[in-house]
């Protein structure tokens, strides 16, 4: 079971470490070590939190399939190897789903499902 969580905008705490270092993760290639520092930042936040509520992308879904839209919220995660994903938990006034995306420790792959499942069983 969760036993904390952080919800992105809540303390502020997360959201200033990717502001302040959303920068740097915005270039092609970023530098190793720039990425390890943002990846033990973050891992000094899943010593206080189980679970990161962010939402998967600025607004509902796009409608058709020829982009999918802002990767603004995921790519440190993609760059830091944090596992994520994405619920589609709410709809949006054109009736385009709302992502929802969950983020865990490196390495809790597995207990990442298992939020996610009582994740989808509160809203479904």
Known sequence: MLKKI?????DGRFAQILKKDD???????PDKK?????????????DDFDLIITPSAPGEALKGLEFTGSAIFNT????????????????GKNGLPIGC???????????????SKQFHSLFI
């Not at 993609?78 to 938990?89: A, D, K, Q």
């Open 6 to 10: 952080v919800i992105t905008g809540g």
């Open 76 to 91: 440190a995660w993609s760059l830091i190897g944090n596992p994520c994903l994405t619920l589609p938990l709410f709809k």
């Open 34 to 46: 720039e990425l390890n520092i943002l990846k033990n930042k973050m891992d000094l936040i899943f």
């Open 23 to 29: 920068k740097k993760l915005n270039i092609l290639y």
């Open 101 to 115: 995306q969950l983020v865990t420790k490196v390495g809790n792959d597995n207990q990442l499902l298992s939020y």
